[in-house]
C-alpha cells in the first residue's frame, strides 16, 4: 500500500478520538473535575490535536503529489505524525504532571513537537521544490 495513503487512513481514524476528546472535556468541565489549570492544558492539547490532524490531511495531499522517493515520503510522514503526537501530548501531560507557571516533561515535548512540525514541513517544502512543475504527480 502506498505509504502516504496509509498515513492518511491513520489521520481518518484519529480525527473522531479528537472529536470524542472534545465531549469529554466539556463533561469533566460541567462535571467540574478538573482545576482551571487542567481545563487550559486540556484544551490546548485538544485543539492543537484536532487542527494538526487536520493539517496532515492536507500535508499528505501535497506530499504525495511530489516525485520524491518513497523512502523520503515515508520519513516526512513519521516525523508529521510523531510531531502531532508530541505537541497535543505535551499539553496533555504537563495538564497532569505539571504546576502553574513551571515547566514540566510535558513543556519540554510540547516544544520538541514544535521542532518536529517544522522539520516535516520543511520536507515538504524540500519536495515540492525539487519536483518539477510538470512531473507533479496526480495520486
Not at 500535508?59 to 508529521?80: E, F, W
Request: contains cysteine; hydrophobic residues 55%.
Amino acid at each position: 500500500m502506498d505509504p502516504i495513503r496509509t498515513f492518511s487512513i491513520i489521520s481518518w481514524i484519529a480525527l473522531p478520538t479528537v472529536m470524542f476528546g472534545g465531549f469529554s472535556l466539556l463533561g469533566l468541565i460541567v462535571g467540574g473535575e478538573l482545576s482551571p489549570f487542567q481545563q487550559t492544558f486540556f484544551r490546548a492539547g485538544h485543539a492543537h490535536a484536532g487542527v494538526l490532524i487536520l493539517m496532515s490531511l492536507l500535508y499528505h495531499n501535497y506530499l504525495g503529489r511530489t516525485t520524491v522517493t518513497r523512502r523520503l515520503k515515508v520519513i516526512a510522514c513519521i516525523v508529521l505524525l510523531l510531531g502531532i503526537l508530541a505537541q497535543s501530548g505535551g499539553f496533555f501531560l504537563h495538564m497532569a504532571v505539571g504546576a502553574p507557571g513551571q515547566a514540566s516533561a510535558g513543556t519540554m515535548i510540547t516544544s520538541l513537537g514544535a521542532l518536529l512540525l517544522a522539520v516535516a514541513v520543511a520536507l515538504l517544502v524540500y519536495a515540492m521544490v525539487v519536483t518539477p512543475p510538470g512531473q507533479r504527480v496526480l495520486s
